[in-house]
């Protein structure tokens, strides 16, 4: 069974229209129509949709609908014994890995003596690798422009000029 199919299944067995879901949802009407053609949407539409139906977030039903939706998101059939298992251990090789690298992590930090700023900063940069990327790239600059000088700048030196083609 495809989620669209259970998703209309349980809006009927409640004897809610397209309509009667959409007002109770407070969203277009379009909304639950995509759903159940099968458009692309955030499950986070479906889970509210389907609570709105009067379905509890940890009901069996829900977690039908999760499951299919998955399935029809990633491709992977989760509702199979065996692919669901592997799924299972994967998570669990995922989980263990984390559980290492934060032993490692916190040993670290410990051996460093990090004040708890220092490690507030480090949370930080874990929260945003993004940042992690600037940072990265700005060391690898300053680097390059200035080879024989360690980072960061001593407070008393100038930074490095940069050059733009037109200058040189």
Request: one cysteine or more; a negative charge.
């Amino acid at each position: 069974m495809h989620y669209t199919q259970l998703f209309r299944n349980l809006r009927e067995a409640k004897g809610l229209t397209l309509e009667a879901l959409a007002t109770r949802a407070r969203c277009h009407r379009n909304t639950v129509i995509n759903v159940e053609s099968g458009r692309p949407v955030k499950f986070k539409t479906i889970s509210r949709l389907v609570q709105k139906m009067g379905y509890a977030a940890d009901s069996e039903d829900m977690k039908s609908v999760a499951l299919l939706w998955l399935e029809s998101a990633s491709g992977i059939r989760f509702s199979q014994p065996a692919v669901a298992a592997q799924a299972l251990e994967g998570v669990n090789r995922h989980q263990t890995a984390v559980h290492a690298a934060t032993a490692r992590l916190q040993a670290a930090a410990l051996d460093a003596n990090l004040t708890a700023e220092q490690i507030d900063l480090l949370i930080y940069a874990l929260r945003h690798p993004d940042i992690l990327a600037i940072l990265g790239h700005i060391r690898a600059l300053n680097t390059r422009l200035a080879p024989d000088r360690p980072y960061p700048l001593a407070d008393d030196e100038d930074p490095p000029e940069l050059l733009v083609a037109e200058d040189e």
